[in-house]
């Protein structure tokens, strides 16, 4: 069974700065592409960031170009996302997810194991 843990999440101002990881056991996740997703309250989950895992391409929505980077480290099987200058609308809980390909997508469908998510609220 595939497991995945985040942490990292809690509570900063607007403009501040949290990163987030994603751990795994029982599996390398440097085989696999890995993304990140947010679902606020009352909303459809979307797709934040991604990571391929051949060429480490990545991918991010519009809302967080620029604000958001996504990053590997194998040696500590650990996959990033750094978030900076937060507005309130980051405020979700956020999963992050392995892909059953390399190849990574922004779209949920192509993610087959998830983590339980970590809460992010950005609030003055």
């Known amino acids: 069974q595939v497991q995945l843990v985040e942490s990292g999440g809690g509570l900063v101002q607007p403009g501040g700065s949290l990163r987030l990881s994603c751990a795994a056991s029982?599996?390398?996740?440097?085989?696999?592409?890995i993304g990140w997703f947010r679902q606020a309250p009352g909303k459809e989950r979307e797709g934040v960031s991604s990571?391929?895992?051949?060429?480490?391409?990545?991918y991010y929505a519009d809302s967080v170009k620029g604000r958001f980077t996504i990053s590997r480290d194998n040696a500590e099987n650990t996959v990033y996302l750094q978030m900076n200058r937060l507005k309130p609308e980051d405020t979700a809980v956020y999963y992050c997810?392995?892909?059953?390909?390399?190849?990574?997508?922004?779209?949920?469908?192509?993610?087959?194991?998830w983590g339980q998510g970590t809460q992010v609220t950005v609030s003055s």
């Open positions: 997810a392995a892909a059953l390909e390399w190849r990574a997508t922004l779209r949920s469908s192509s993610y087959a194991s």
């Open positions: 029982k599996f390398t996740l440097d085989y696999y592409a």
């Open positions: 990571i391929s895992s051949r060429n480490n391409r990545t």
